[in-house]
């Protein structure tokens, strides 16, 4: 069984998530009352703005605890961490 990948940031990113849900229910509901399409974009910002902040809290994290973790380990497969630090920096 594979162990929890937990983070510090992972709380704070459901936090924004659980934000952008609700933003994004406002918007369905904006949409269906036919509300100003000024409104309706405001509200898809703020989801936009919310899923952003999410995903970067996340991949800082991992930068920032499982990359630096592993060279500072001076772990000899180097070369896999390089390589999940360039695909997980493509979501930037």
């Known amino acids: 069984m594979i162990a929890p990948h937990i983070h510090e940031s992972h709380p704070a990113a459901l936090k924004r998530l659980k934000r952008a849900s609700g933003h994004l229910q406002k918007v369905m509901t904006m949409i269906e009352a036919q509300k100003e399409c000024i409104d309706v974009v405001q ?39 390089l390589g999940e630090f360039k695909n997980i920096t493509k979501y930037l």
């Open 43 to 81: 509200q898809l910002h703020a989801v936009e703005r919310a899923i952003r902040a999410a995903k970067e809290a996340m991949i800082h994290d991992h930068v920032d605890h499982c990359l630096e973790h592993a060279v500072r380990a001076k772990r000899v497969d180097v070369q896999i961490d």
